[in-house]
């Protein structure tokens, strides 16, 4: 906005204008942060309009028989310091006309009040088609049933009834948590298409109680509802009220406990359900609870509470804070910091009393921009991996009114705004400057180019120590994280089993032995089998002789022998293939890293100009990678469960592998050989990231490789 001038060219225009307040409009007096407000209410429409003290002494001797001259006149004389401008004046006035606040003694006023009506509901009908994702459409007035029930509600709506919410709703959470495994499991079917009906009359029961909470708070404290409808919120219909007569309550409490009544309402019969899906069995009542559970909990953190989106966290967080029209007023701080220091309007004035007010108007301004971007983006993506063609549908919808119609406006803005007369040229020139600027740097220019992979660090001499035969374990010979050298003995097994058969084989063995001299002397024709017979034995005592001097496991060469809780292992029965530890040997390390399906185009098609590591816990330290193999085939086990979703990684793994080491996805390995630096110990096993840098490349065109990357993976398009 620009700063008012004490004298305006339009002035001529409402000067003889004999003008008042109407009789109906009803006049408050509420407290901002030490402000006093005045707050005008048309209790016709349920439309309030602030006023600050000096413009309401100016609106409140506004008469029949006097002229806008003549009480502007009379203001300046009485408040000199304090008294509108002409420009102000013009501009309040206006907007008192189109609210539908103002009288005029003529026979046409009654027309122009029809004309402001029709033109008031088609800039609604407007907003609506620009605020698509979120229609309105008023049905009917509850107001007459609230105040019937409103006896009932006191009961409730009262100290006690707080102290029973609290009992439920910790009650809940409690059952919630004994029961979260049941509740994390059910929830992966929450969009499956057979929950899709029951999810959506879960939503439509939990929506009615929440707006029934905000009605039945209002009514409660003095309050006025009469307008019920259904919004179509992203296309999905649901129950709504207008509680804006809330507004006009001069306790900033009261306002903020109306905004909260609906959250509060909705974790009430949440916690309800809560009890009822825990004592029930699978079934339509056991599901129909768990979905009311989880739209309450979904809703409300990412919808209603969120003082981002034009929900009921704002307008709490706007009474709380007691900054009215938080985010109207942080628009224009925006378009104030855009038209003063770049378009060069000296004469524009920020909406924001002091620079603490400017600080949350323009950090609230871009966080919520930027949070509605990402939230709807992933409303988006949700209904279209569910039904594509509604996606694809939401979506142009959003690029039209959230791209294309701003843009026109924008456009109309620097070619007919009276505020840019005298700096349109500027205005153009910074606009197609700032235009160029970020095409250049988006789409031209090549930005540094990185490529991260998490991994882990591995010896590069290191075996997994197996028992190669069963048995009991004796003794351990050598201690666990001690260095061993190569076939030295590490624990002993013992197997009386073993010893028996390796005896009984050996007595075959010298029995054939004397039958097949017998037979030679004798029996000739007996030597053939018997030969064969006395192989098959030497090959048993073979077998059993190895299985006998396995059961001393050996290091198979030089390291360290990790074995974390061996000595348990002690008089155990172990079977063939039991892991008794890792020998790592320490002299070298590795690096295993994994790379997605989505980043193997880097790999494979970039040149790559270096490669460097940075270990978990020690990131300011940058291990250089020496030289670095691909393994071209596509991997499914993980170098180490570490990586995994389930042991706090970053790759997704299969629910059904107990090792939690099977990815979901197919993978490429790449094998970095390190180098040692001083100060920083390399241990197998430890975690980290491998970095790659690439050739340059410009940010818009890496932006769209990987939303075309996201759409063929979700879409298979």
């Not at 429409?45 to 003290?53: D, I, M």
């Not at 970020?438 to 660090?457: I, M, S």
């Not at 390190?674 to 065109?701: A, H, I, N």
Request: hydrophobic share 45%; with cysteine; charged share 20%.
């Amino acid at each position: 906005m620009t700063t008012p001038r004490t004298f305006s060219e339009s002035w001529y225009r409402v000067a003889n204008q004999r003008l008042c307040l109407r009789p109906s409009v009803q006049v408050r007096r509420q407290n901002f942060r030490g402000e006093c407000w005045m707050v005008l209410e048309n209790p016709v429409s349920n439309q309030f309009f602030r006023l600050r003290p000096a413009a309401y002494e100016f609106v409140a001797r506004l008469r029949p028989d006097r002229t806008v001259q003549e009480v502007w006149q009379q203001c300046l004389e009485r408040f000199p310091a304090e008294a509108p401008s002409q420009e102000s004046v013009i501009q309040l006035l206006a907007q008192l006309y189109f609210a539908n606040l103002l009288q005029y003694d003529s026979a046409a006023d009654s027309a122009q009040l029809f004309e402001r009506y029709q033109k008031r509901r088609q800039r609604e009908f407007s907003l609506n088609l620009l605020n698509i994702m979120f229609m309105r459409f008023p049905l009917l007035d509850p107001d007459r049933f609230l105040a019937r029930a409103l006896p009932a509600a006191r009961l409730v709506i009262s100290p006690l009834g707080a102290v029973l919410w609290g009992l439920v709703v910790g009650l809940a959470i409690k059952t919630a948590v004994e029961n979260f495994d049941a509740l994390r499991l059910q929830s992966e079917g929450v969009l499956a298409p057979a929950n899709l009906p029951l999810l959506y009359l879960g939503l439509i029961i939990i929506k009615t109680l929440h707006e029934f909470g905000h009605a039945f708070f209002c009514r409660r404290f003095g309050g006025e509802v009469h307008v019920m409808g259904v919004m179509l919120m992203i296309f999905t219909p649901m129950p709504y009220v207008d509680a804006t007569s809330s507004w006009g309550f001069r306790s900033r409490w009261q306002r903020s406990l109306v905004g909260a009544a609906g959250m509060l309402v909705e974790l009430f019969f949440a916690g309800l359900a809560t009890f009822v899906w825990a004592g029930t069995a699978p079934g339509t009542l056991h599901t129909l609870a768990y979905n009311m559970m989880f739209v309450a909990s979904v809703s409300t953190v990412i919808f209603n509470a969120n003082p981002l989106l034009r929900f009921d966290g704002y307008y709490m967080l706007s009474d709380l804070l007691e900054i009215p029209n938080l985010s109207q007023r942080a628009t224009r701080q925006l378009r104030h910091l855009g038209e003063r220091y770049l378009f060069g309007l000296k004469r524009s004035r920020s909406p924001a009393e002091n620079r603490r007010e400017a600080a949350w108007f323009t950090a609230y301004g871009l966080t919520s921009g930027i949070y509605r971007v990402v939230v709807f983006a992933g409303v988006l993506f949700a209904v279209a991996d569910r039904f594509l063609i509604l996606g694809i549908v939401m979506a142009v919808v959003c690029a039209i009114s959230w791209v294309t119609v701003p843009l026109i406006r924008f456009v109309r803005y620097l070619a007919a705004s009276p505020q840019l007369q005298r700096a349109r040229p500027r205005a153009v020139a910074v606009t197609a400057g700032l235009a160029v600027v970020v095409v250049v740097l988006l789409g031209v220019v090549p930005f540094p180019h990185g490529l991260r992979a998490p991994g882990v660090v591995r010896a590069t001499e290191r075996t997994e120590i197996v028992g190669r035969t069963s048995g009991q374990v004796e003794a351990l010979l050598a201690g666990p994280g001690a260095p061993v050298k190569r076939g030295q003995p590490l624990l002993k097994l013992r197997n009386p089993e073993l010893e028996l058969e390796l005896a009984g084989t050996r007595a075959r063995s010298e029995e054939v032995n004397a039958r097949l001299l017998k037979a030679r002397d004798s029996e000739s024709a007996d030597i053939a089998p018997l030969t064969q017979f006395q192989d098959s034995i030497r090959a048993q005592l073979e077998k059993l002789a190895q299985d006998q001097e396995h059961l001393t496991v050996r290091a198979p060469h030089e390291g360290v022998w990790v074995a974390p809780g061996i000595e348990d292992c002690l008089g155990r029965w172990v079977n063939r293939g039991q892991t008794f530890g890792l020998l790592v040997n320490p002299a070298a390390f590795e690096f295993v890293a994994v790379v997605r399906q989505e980043d193997a185009e880097a790999l494979f098609a970039r040149r790559i100009e270096a490669a460097a590591v940075r270990l978990s816990g020690d990131s300011a330290t940058r291990l250089p990678v020496a030289k670095w193999r691909i393994i071209p085939g596509e991997q499914r086990t993980l170098p180490s469960p570490a990586l995994g979703w389930q042991a706090g990684g970053e790759i997704p793994v299969t629910v059904e592998d107990n090792n939690a080491s099977r990815a979901v996805e197919p993978f490429f390995e790449v094998l970095g050989q390190l180098e040692p630096r001083d100060g920083v110990k390399l241990l197998d096993g430890r975690s980290g990231r491998l970095r790659f840098t690439l050739e340059p490349e410009p940010l818009l065109q890496r932006w769209f490789k990987r939303l075309w990357q996201l759409v063929q993976k979700r879409y298979q398009v």
